[in-house]
């Protein structure tokens, strides 16, 4: 097809085959598009046009798009070996060293595919080394899409303190397993234990919940998380599938100094290639049935997949060897205080967040603490600045309280390009009618 109308040609045929046309429910945004190129930190839609991608397909991309020594690797390792399905390979062992090496909790790992598998896996442990049934989430986190964690993540008002799953078709006897806290109290996370004492099995978290943009833990938060699981028995799960690589090679429990007991990997570990991982505590781990006398059952045909391995070697290779963590943080530093000067300048009631190379704008004022501070966000708006970006050409996904991300591949130019840009979309909305109910005055 010839001219501009190739991506809505595209989005029509996406949509004949595929339910709503998108293979993940929150991929349906407005404006619909069809990409078709991706290198370094820019992405390219089926019309040709260029966008600078702060979305980074929610977080794997850490190195930029198209990473040529991670292609190179996955593509060797498919050429010599591709998937035997039975014993190990190498590249398996020399992952899990690596992992077990730079990740503080990290006694013995096992790969899966998804983040959602490693989380799904890290719970079925803990019920069955505590023999017992419950679980505890904070309104925020993210855990995947199985019934035990999909729950209270985004919710409207009216359901925060009452159980909200994400789907139809969850079993209500097991959503009624999950107690749902609020992140940064321990009050309350104390006053939950206590009243299920003896049936809690684990505590999930994500120690920065960036489901929810970016909201840091209090100072003390989750050493008294690490201190109440431990005096009760809970195996402490961080899920660390953003922040683990995202923030260092050794996940954000190696920046806060607190080790779970077990840690849940994907995303940034391998640069978009679909891999992610369990580890933890060897007493724990060695439960799984991968172990000879082991009775927690672990599987799948992919695991461990030459392609991923090799992809996440190369990826922590990269973080190893070449200040990948500087640069990202140093950008993200430049983003954060640029948006700041620009808010401040133009006088929007907003609240720029973010941790390394993680960052966006909130459009209300703190404190931000919890899920619920966040209701006072300015939804509209927030979707009505993205939307507004990413007609210009910067795609930041144009949804509610979604983080944005830097990449190796992006540079002091795109920064300071994306600034301007947002500050040109920040002006045309002052200037709009609506623009008085956010204003400072
Ligand atoms: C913190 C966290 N855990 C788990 C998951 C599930 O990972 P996946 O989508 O790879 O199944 C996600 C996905 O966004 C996540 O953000």
Known sequence: MIGSNLNDHLVRQASEFIP???????????PRL????????????ADGKDYIDYHAAFGP?????????????????????????????????????????????????????????????????????????????FQGCYHGWHDSVAMNVISPPDKVGQMDPLSAGSLPEVL?????????????????????????????????????????????????????????????????????FR??????????????????????????????????????????????????????????HPAGCA???????????????????????????GLKGIVDRLGIRATVAGFGSVFLTYFMEGPIENYSDLLRNDQQLMVMYRRRLVDRGIFKLPLNLKRNHISFSHTDQHVERTLQVAEDVLKEICKLPRRSASARN
């Open 20 to 30: 709503g046309g998108v293979n993940t429910s929150l991929r349906r945004v407005e």
């Open 34 to 45: 069809v990409f078709t190129r991706a290198a370094g930190a820019i992405i390219t839609d």
């Open 61 to 137: 991309i850490i190195l930029g798009h198209n990473f040529e020594a991670v292609n190179r690797r996955a593509i060797e390792a498919m050429e010599t070996i591709d998937l035997i399905g039975t014993g190990t390979t190498e590249l398996e062992i020399e992952l899990a060293r690596k992992i077990c090496r730079h990740i503080p909790s990290a006694e013995k790992v096992l790969f899966c595919n998804a983040g959602s598998e490693a989380t799904y896996q890290a719970i079925r442990l803990a019920r069955a080394v505590t023999g017992r049934k419950k679980i505890i989430k």
């Open 176 to 244: 009624s397993h999950t107690i749902v806290c609020k992140f940064n109290s321990l009050e309350a996370l104390e006053k939950a234990v206590a009243e299920n004492r003896g049936h809690i099995a684990a505590i999930i978290i994500e120690p920065i919940p960036h489901n929810i943009g970016c909201v840091l833990p209090k100072p003390g938060f989750l050493e008294g998380l690490r201190e109440i699981s431990r005096l009760n028995g809970i195996v402490l799960i961080f899920d660390e599938v953003i922040t683990g």
């Open 247 to 304: 923030h260092g090679l050794g996940g954000y429990q190696k920046i806060c100094g607190v080790t779970p007991d077990l840690t849940t990997l994907g995303k940034a570990m391998a640069n978009g290639y679909p891999i992610a991982a369990l580890c933890g505590k060897r007493e724990l781990m060695e439960r799984f049935n991968t172990n000879p006398g082991g009775d927690v059952f672990f599987a799948g045909t992919y695991n461990g």
């Open 311 to 337: 992809a996440a070697l190369a990826t922590i290779e990269a973080m190893e060897s070449q200040p990948v963590h500087d640069h990202v943080f140093r950008l993200g530093d430049k983003m954060r205080s």
